[in-house]
């Protein structure tokens, strides 16, 4: 089922204690521009069908990776798009984003998206690391 654009923004906000809706959507917009950039076939699109439909359009029509990247560049990349943002804050947003993704998504398609990422982005998604 398609999450709606308030409760998600709304989710995110609270997550990653935003002082505005605008900060948790420009999070959001980085971090799901990077993410879809990473996903391909089925599960990016029943990833996308989850979303609203703005970031479902983000998702679908991402930048294009040259490679994929670790939880550690991702994170490095989201504070180079985001403005002011630092390491330590971009990790906090985008554990705020893709936590409200997870859930969105349920438990089996979080663990197929995570079968498409390297290593590790288990925690980024608010998950225990697998076994």
Do not use: C
Request: aromatic content about 6%; overall charge negative.
């Amino acid at each position: 089922m398609q999450m709606s654009w308030e409760p998600f923004l709304d989710a995110v906000r609270e997550r990653g204690e935003y002082a505005s809706r605008h900060e948790a959507e420009r999070a959001a917009r980085v971090v799901l521009a990077l993410l879809g950039a990473h996903l391909v076939g089925e599960v990016r699109a029943e990833l996308a069908a989850r979303l609203p439909e703005t970031f479902e359009l983000i998702l679908l029509n991402p930048l294009q990776a040259a490679e994929p990247l670790s939880p550690e560049r991702f994170v490095r990349a989201t504070a180079a798009w985001i403005e002011g943002a630092t390491e330590e804050t971009a990790k906090w947003d985008v554990g705020a984003v893709l936590s409200v993704v997870s859930e969105a998504a349920g438990a089996d398609l979080t663990r197929r998206v995570l079968l498409q990422l390297p290593p590790g982005y288990d925690l980024l998604f608010g998950r225990a690391p697998a076994a």
